[in-house]
């Protein structure tokens, strides 16, 4: 039974770290939306709006390219139109 509780503990403790290598932690105020990553890393794990403006949080290419510009329309923070001149213009200055 004691290497069962091990294994259990495990699958859990794994389960969790898959978790937050999956999805983005957005803090809007009072309240935490998911969001899927494009691909499993730690890196803006868990975000806050507070404080920034909308042209910083698209800047971050992560999370402009995992969604976050949808989201913030969801939410009304931003208009479609303002996103996707927003996200024009970070992408054009990608390339």
């Known amino acids: 039974m004691h290497f069962f509780k091990k294994i259990t503990i495990f699958a859990i403790v794994g389960a969790a770290l898959f ?5 983005h932690f ?3 105020g009072r309240s935490v939306k998911l969001l899927k990553k494009s691909s499993l890393t730690l890196n803006y794990t868990i975000f806050s709006v507070k404080g920034k403006s909308i042209e910083n949080i698209l800047s971050i290419d992560e999370l402009r390219e995992d969604g976050i510009g949808d989201l913030l329309v969801e939410v009304g923070m931003l208009s479609e139109r303002e996103k996707e001149r927003l996200e024009a213009k970070f992408d054009k200055e990608e390339d």
């Not at 978790?19 to 999805?23: D, I, V």
């Open 19 to 23: 978790f937050l290598l999956s999805y």
């Open 26 to 28: 957005i803090i809007l």
